[in-house]
């Protein structure tokens, strides 16, 4: 019996991001996630005594340089050497155009793959084949770059691969999964999509999705695959890594006549959050939705709420909230509604689409982006067609809390 | 939507209370709801929005019955129908109809224009809270129109509180180069993250730098030690040949010297230090020979010559038990005489105490002396006896005293009585005549009629005209109302006569202007007046009649000269045709204003002819009422006003004449009633009054002092009677302590003592029972001391006996003497006994030394066999030596073989003739000459090395800085996080000032749909609340707003700022009232509840609000509930159709 682990996109030390890490004791629980989870993983083929760990690509992030990284890595590599445990390692697209690939010294129970493609005997039946990106694009697919499989043997390939690929994304090393399964490998031991997905069982097309999300665009928790080869059969199991996951969950409090209840019921959903949690720590981003009587009141202290539902989250010992969206509307009896808040709300909906008003709110909007560091700029206004779009939303929140603002007060 | 019933079945504190609006018909839909405070007016607002939105789940009314039994239902008019509702406190099925049937909230809901609760209560409740704040908004959107309409159509009181908060948040987040705000604030700690990772990161090629750095310093440094380890052989090696070469040299002088020895043992096989303790052993063993056998001979000279007694050994046993008898008896010597004393002094005592007690000599004190509790009980009994007569003394002196008070009291009462003379009962006369109530009415009345007097007299001077002064009141001959007449008429003719005179100059004017004007147009001669044009004309046709008649040059001539003088004339006013039409247009403008002129005259003749006759007739009535010379009819008037005053001022004095007569007549009686009891000559009712009530005063204290002084007396007897009952028990209780005392000394001592000897002094016998104890202990002291000394003399001559030893003078001395006796023969013995122990042990130590000297001998001849025969053994002395000798031999073998060793081992070498042939050449000059060299190398080496190393340590430090540690992960995800941050901040400042932007737009474009609607509503509202103080609302631009102001009723416009609190409630409750109507106009038609917002409303301001209520009334169901019983009174007077008033 052979055991070997599949990792893939570690991302080593690109930074988690989340408002919830504001927070300090959120912050000492999981800063460097990405050293955590991999370490886990270090810890899992030591313990496991592992055959192999299968490194498919992104080791590190695009934009992490510091050296400090490559002597973490390094420090884990040797306890997988002191454990004579071999590393097979394919370079990914953020691999490429990393220095750190290029200045690292890897240990010798690293084996990198070369762009031109090769394999690797592991044991007597078992061959590990690969191919690394050479550069930051590989916009054609690599799979002819694979030595064909050997005869009579389990043979395992790796590949960083988007795939088919996602509409309004680069495509990196492009192939479908039907060429993989002709291909005659036992296991594509796959990497670059960051949430895990098996696509095939026979043969085994497998991506092991990220050991640690980065941020509430990569929720749930997240794994490792562990092979189990007996008699040339593979069989596949996860192994969890993440320290903290994110996740989204939306609440829906129409019935909710008052303030405590709504504090009840959030208490009892975050819990509800919390002990879904596969990983020790969670961040959730929480959308209340429905059509509570109070939904004035509840858009008016958005922000008081906000810091409850935060501090009931902690009190979960285990979970923080990265934001509290609020997207309610009122009860349907109050959409008739006469009277000079409706007419205002209406006129201001109107102003808010007038060339006027969108100009000017496109001048302030840029005043202040201007004055923000260039990755807020970057972040904010990736383009010029975003600055109309945001300055329609912006409006339309502002327009809304204003509103919430006047019918909420006590009048 | 109207109310037209409304029950709270139960709800608040009401259980079943309904309240009915009835029809609307025509009259305007105006409701008071009135009652005390805490009747439930508000209760009843609140029971209306529970029937139209159902319960809250925490619902405040809920005190009386449970919030799940609660209940409101009522009867609504909905368009034109009524229709029932019950509103039940149900999750599902909480809305019925009149017939209990379960409707959806819809069926409500729809007919409430869409308005929540929330909305309903902004719009269509105020309350005093209300107003207040929108009075506050007013002041605070400083007039900005669109803010007023807006804040009061939306209900929204504290809007620019709300728009204005929504900026400063703003602001807050962000604002342009403001230092303080987050967006700033979180700038900063992001630059001071960067700078931080700047410092702290090592980058990846310079990490790539430090490693091939330190491979090279590292290959340099084992250079550099493999040379310096080479040179440090290289020394050792010739260090080695220094060392081994004097060595050498010792090798074979050793060798030469152990050659003589060789037949001498390998090694010895004793330690030669034996042979040294055989020596010493064998030297002792000589001497303590000697010693022992004189030690033997001297202590058997000593035992011999010892004497002994056996006979008295046994004395001392004997002596031992005698030892405590004799401590006794020594201790008796001293304290017998001393007990003896004790006793003789205590008999002593206890026949003094006997005399004392006043017994008889014979009688023995110890008879007499009690037992404890005899004692006690004789002192208990004095001590009662004792008591009881000091508290019959005290008794004795309390009743006296208690005499002597009562006679005091009874003396006082006698005074008072012969001093208190019964007299006439002045306080009855006045009680009698109600004086109490008469003098205040007296006062009154007397005040009334001189007042009334006075005011008659004085209008009735007031009469006087010039010289004439009225004494009694005339008639007056015109009435007033024609005195009036004439008046008026006599001022209209002046003021006509006024104007007649104005205008006449006016007209004058005129005619003089126009005159002027045609002076001055027909001055220069070239216009021709028509006149003058006529006059030519009649002159040419007269001087043509005259040629036509003629026919003569003369006649051809003149009329020539006319026609000339016509045609020039025509000429002429054919060139001024135009002058010529203003002069004709002036010459008739003047006509006009002469015929005006003469009527002007004409009138002013006339109206001076009627002022005439006024003037005539005012004159004969003054006349008539006898006032002199003539009056214009002003002053005529002015006289039959003030005659009419003086009228009413005579008729007012009579009638205070006639209702105050009862007064003053009661009054004089009471004063004839008085006056015979006091000494007042001419009192009048105030002063008799004043003294009776003096008298009356003195009359009541005397009366109560007599009262005092009676009571005082009864105390007194009272107090007496009781003392005399409590003096006579206390002498009863002496008299029988007295004898109980006397029966219990008899009882004790009998008839030995006597009680009242015993009652002076009890302490003799206490002494005697003292002393007796005393008396007792020294008796049995001495005795037993006698009886021990005894018995010691006796023990003591009974051993010197039987021992036959002389005895002496006192018992004591006598055993002294034996056991001196006893202890000398004991110590003889003990000596002896030493002695020959003494003696046995020196002769066994004799034995033994003598078995040493032996044992010596045999080991000095088995050890001498060793040795070769020509070796000298035969004495233990000899022996040693030899076996010396045999001990260096040996020594000198191993050195040399360690030699050898030495040398083979420093040049490393296996045997010594390799070694010999390695230093053959060598020499002590040639190696240190090389050694110097060497060392020279070697400190070069050494100085390489270490900067090697050196080099190594820095690059080895600089590498081993770049650490796995995740401090600047950490830091990259801290700044990650403020990004994050900023993007937030910038998002929400943006929301808020986009929003609030928007909201101030929204607001003026709502101001420019409803300005005109709602401004004059709400100006109509307004004008009215305050009564027309204020008649126009106006704005004023002001920048993008525009703002509003009051005009007054003199026209002089007012900022809101500038208007006082209260009308600043006006103006927002006619806001109020115009949003109103502007959602009626919308078509929501629903109930409009004001709970008591005229509180701080003077009467005219609650009087013009009733109104304005009623005019909602007109248009909507309006209800005003107040706890104000004046507001409802207010509102049913000023209302044009009284409000219906709905009493709970």
């Not at chain 2, 009952?725 to 002498?731: F, L």
Request: hydrophobic content about 45%; aromatic content about 4%; overall charge negative.
């Amino acid at each position: 019996m052979i055991r070997i682990l599949h990792t893939a996109d570690i991302h080593l030390d690109a930074p988690l991001r989340s408002l919830a890490l504001r927070d300090d004791a959120l912050r000492a629980a999981v800063e460097a996630a990405t050293r955590a989870a991999f370490a886990r993983i270090v810890d899992v083929a030591v313990s496991e005594r592992v055959a192999a760990l299968l490194i498919a690509g992104d080791l590190f992030d695009g934009r992490a340089r510091s050296a400090r990284t490559a002597a973490f890595l390094t420090a884990q590599l040797d306890r997988l050497r002191d454990a004579g445990i071999p590393v097979f390692y394919i370079k990914g697209n953020h691999d490429a155009e990393n220095p750190i690939t290029g200045a690292i010294d890897m240990p010798d129970n690293v084996h990198l793959f070369d762009a031109r493609g090769s394999k690797v005997q592991l044991a007597e039946d078992l061959w590990i084949h690969g191919v690394s990106f050479a550069d930051r694009h590989a916009p054609d697919s690599l799979l002819r770059r694979f030595p064909a499989p050997v005869e009579g043997a389990v043979n395992i390939a790796m590949l960083h691969t988007s795939l088919a690929g996602a509409a309004g994304h680069d495509t990196y090393a492009p192939c479908s999964v039907a060429d993989l399964r002709g291909m005659g490998f036992d296991y594509w031991a796959l990497g670059h999509v960051h949430k895990r997905q098996v696509h095939s069982q026979s043969p085994w097309v497998v991506m092991p999705g990220m050991p640690q999300g980065r941020d509430i665009g990569e929720t749930g928790a997240k794994s490792a695959s562990l092979l189990t080869v007996v008699d040339g059969r593979i069989t596949v199991e996860e192994v969890p890594s993440s320290v903290v996951e994110f996740t989204t969950s939306s609440l829906d409090i129409s019935g909710v006549e008052d303030d405590d209840g709504l504090r009840t019921a959030l208490r009892a959903h975050l819990r509800g959050v919390a002990d879904a949690l596969s990983s020790a720590a969670g961040v959730v981003r929480l959308t209340l939705t429905g059509t509570p009587p109070r939904h004035w009141q509840i858009l008016r202290d958005q922000e008081t709420w906000a810091e409850s539902v935060a501090a009931l989250a902690r009190d979960t010992g285990r979970l923080w909230l990265e934001k509290l969206q609020i997207e309610i509307d009122a009860p349907a009896s109050s959409d008739s509604a006469v009277g000079a808040t409706t007419e205002l709300a209406t006129l201001m909906a109107a102003i808010g689409e007038e060339p006027g008003f969108a100009a000017a709110a496109r001048a302030e909007i840029e005043e202040v982006i201007g004055e923000m560091p260039q990755a807020v700029r970057a972040a904010l206004l990736p383009d010029e067609d975003t600055a109309e779009t945001l300055a329609q939303s912006l409006a339309k929140a502002g327009a809304r809390r204003v509103l919430a603002r006047m019918k909420g007060a006590e009048g | 939507m109207r109310l037209r019933q409304l029950s709270l079945d139960r709800f608040g504190h009401f259980t079943g209370h309904a309240l009915d609006f009835g029809d609307a018909g025509e009259r305007p839909d105006f409701h008071i709801i009135y009652g005390p405070n805490e009747a439930g007016k508000t209760t009843t607002m609140e029971a209306a929005l529970r029937l139209f939105y159902g319960f809250p789940h925490r619902e405040p009314y809920a005190f009386k019955h449970q919030r799940a039994n609660l209940s409101v239902s009522g009867v609504l008019e909905i368009d034109g129908e009524t229709r029932g509702f019950t509103r039940l406190p149900k999750r599902s099925g909480a809305l019925l109809d009149a017939s209990g049937t379960v409707l959806p909230e819809a069926a409500l809901a729809a007919h409430l224009g869409g308005l929540g609760e929330e909305d309903y209560r902004n719009l269509l409740c105020l309350d005093d809270d209300t107003i207040e704040r929108g009075g506050e908004e007013i002041a605070q959107a400083r007039g900005d129109i669109g803010r007023l309409l807006f804040s009061a159509a939306a209900g929204v009181a504290d809007l620019t509180t709300v728009l204005d908060g929504v900026r400063e948040e703003a602001d807050a987040i962000w604002a342009k180069r403001k230092t303080k705000t987050h967006v700033a604030e979180l700038k900063r700690e992001l630059k001071d993250i960067e700078k931080e990772i700047r410092e702290r990161d090592v980058t990846t090629s310079a990490w790539r730098g430090l490693k091939k750095a330190l491979t090279d310093a590292q290959a340099a440094e084992a250079t550099a030690r493999a040379a310096r380890d080479a040179l440090h052989t290289r020394a050792a090696d010739l260090a080695a040949h220094r060392r081994a070469l004097p060595l050498l040299a010792e090798l074979d002088a050793l060798d030469a010297r152990l050659a003589p020895f060789a037949d001498y043992p390998e090694r010895l096989e004793f330690d030669p230090e034996t042979l040294v303790t055989l020596k010493t052993d064998q030297t002792r063993a000589h001497a303590d020979t000697e010693r022992l056998r004189t030690e033997i001979e001297d202590l058997a000279a000593r035992q011999e010559a010892l004497v002994l007694t056996p006979g008295l050994a046994t004395l001392a046993d004997d002596l031992d038990q005698l030892e405590d008898l004799r401590a006794r008896d020594r201790a008796n010597a001293l304290d017998l005489p001393r007990r003896r004393d004790q006793l003789a002094t205590a008999e002593a005592a206890m026949a003094r105490a006997a005399r004392d007690l006043g017994v008889a000599d014979e009688c023995d004190p110890q008879s007499l002396v009690p037992t404890p509790a005899q004692l006690a009980a004789l002192e208990a009994a004095r001590d009662r006896l004792r008591s009881a007569r000091t508290a019959a003394q005290a008794e004795a002196r309390e009743l006296a005293d208690a005499t002597d008070r009562r006679d005091r009291a009874a003396e006082e009462l006698n005074r008072l009585s012969a001093q208190t003379s019964p007299e006439a009962d002045i306080g009855a006369i006045l009680a009698r005549y109600e004086a109490d109530t008469l003098m205040p009415a007296h006062a009154t009345a007397q005040q009334a009629i001189t007042a009334a007097e006075q005011s008659a007299r004085a209008s009735r001077e007031a009469l006087a005209t010039g010289a004439v002064r009225f004494e009694s009141l005339p008639d007056c001959p015109m009435s007033r109302i024609r005195a009036h007449e004439l008046a008026e008429a006599y001022e209209a003719l002046h003021r006509k006569i006024d104007a007649e005179s104005t205008a006449l100059a006016q007209h004058q004017e005129d005619i003089a202007a126009r005159q002027a004007q045609i002076d001055q147009l027909s001055r220069d001669g070239q216009l021709v007046p028509d006149d003058a044009a006529a006059a030519l004309r009649t002159a040419r046709d007269r001087q043509w009649q005259a040629h036509l008649a003629a026919m003569t040059p003369a006649t051809a001539q003149d009329f020539a000269a006319a026609m000339q003088a016509l045609d020039g004339a025509q000429e002429a006013r054919i060139t001024h045709a135009r002058d010529l039409g203003q002069l004709r247009q002036i010459a008739q403008a003047r006509a006009e204003a002469q015929a005006r002129a003469d009527q002007a005259r004409a009138r002013m003749v006339e109206y001076k002819a009627a002022q005439a006759a006024i003037e005539a007739e005012v004159d004969a009535a003054a006349k008539a009422a006898g006032l002199p010379g003539p009056l214009v009819p002003a002053e005529w008037l002015d006289w039959v006003d003030r005659h009419a005053a003086a009228q009413a001022a005579a008729r007012a004095a009579n009638e205070a004449q006639d209702m105050h007569g009862a007064t003053l007549a009661r009054a004089q009686a009471l004063l004839d009633a008085l006056r015979p009891q006091l000494d007042l000559v001419f009192p009048d009712v105030a002063s008799a009054v004043a003294a009776a009530r003096r008298l009356a005063e003195s009359e009541l204290q005397a009366r109560r002092a007599m009262e005092t002084a009676r009571e005082a007396l009864r105390l007194a007897e009272a107090d007496l009677s009781a003392r005399a009952r409590k003096h006579d028990a206390s002498q009863q209780e002496a008299d029988k302590a007295a004898q109980a005392w006397h029966d219990l000394v008899l009882e004790s001592l009998g008839q030995a003592v006597s009680p009242d000897t015993l009652l002076a002094a009890l302490d003799p016998l206490r002494s005697l029972a003292t002393q007796q104890e005393k008396r007792a202990e020294a008796a049995q002291r001495v005795a037993t001391m006698e009886r021990d000394q005894a018995l010691f003399a006796e023990k003591v001559a009974a051993l010197a006996t039987a021992h036959d030893q002389p005895q002496a003078d006192t018992p004591a001395d006598s055993f002294e003497l034996l056991r001196a006796a006893s202890g000398a023969a004991r110590a003889a013995q003990e000596q002896a006994d030493d002695l020959g122990v003494r003696i046995a042990t020196a002769r066994a130590a004799l034995d033994e030394a003598n078995r040493r000297l032996t044992e010596i001998a045999d080991t000095v001849t088995t050890l001498g066999r060793a040795f070769p025969s020509s070796a000298s053994v035969d004495t233990l002395d000899a022996l040693r030596a030899t076996a010396h000798r045999a001990a260096e031999i040996i020594k000198d073998r191993e050195n040399l073989s360690a030699l050898t060793r030495r040398i083979m081992s420093e040049l490393g070498v296996s045997d010594l003739v390799t070694a010999r042939a390695r230093l053959d050449e060598a020499s002590l000059v040639s190696l240190d000459a090389e050694a110097e060299s060497c060392k020279a190398d070697l400190d070069r080496a050494e100085q390489a090395l270490t900067d090697a190393t050196e080099a190594r340590v820095t690059s080895q430090q600089a590498l081993s800085q770049v650490t796995g540690d995740a401090d600047i992960a950490t830091l990259t995800e801290r700044r990650a996080t403020l990004e994050l941050e900023l993007q937030e901040a910038a998002q929400a400042h943006l929301e808020l000032s986009l929003g609030h932007r928007l909201a101030e737009v929204a607001i003026r474009r709502y101001r420019d749909t409803h300005r005109s609607g709602m401004m004059a509503a709400t100006e109509r509202c307004f004008a009215a609340l305050t009564q027309g103080a204020y008649t126009h609302l106006t704005t004023q631009p002001d920048g993008a707003g525009e703002t509003l102001l009051a005009v007054d009723e003199e026209g002089t416009a007012k900022r809101v700022a500038e208007m006082s609190k209260g009308t600043r409630f006006q103006l927002y409750l006619a806001l109020r009232a115009a949003a109103h109507q502007q959602l009626v106009a919308q078509g929501t038609c629903l109930p409009f509840f004001c709970d008591d917002i005229f509180e701080t409303f003077d009467e005219d301001r609650t009087s013009a609000a009733c109104r304005v209520m009623e005019r909602i009334g007109q248009s909507g169901q309006a209800i005003y509930l107040t706890h104000h019983r004046h507001v409802v009174e207010i509102a049913q007077k000023v209302c044009d159709t009284p409000p219906i008033v709905h009493e709970i």
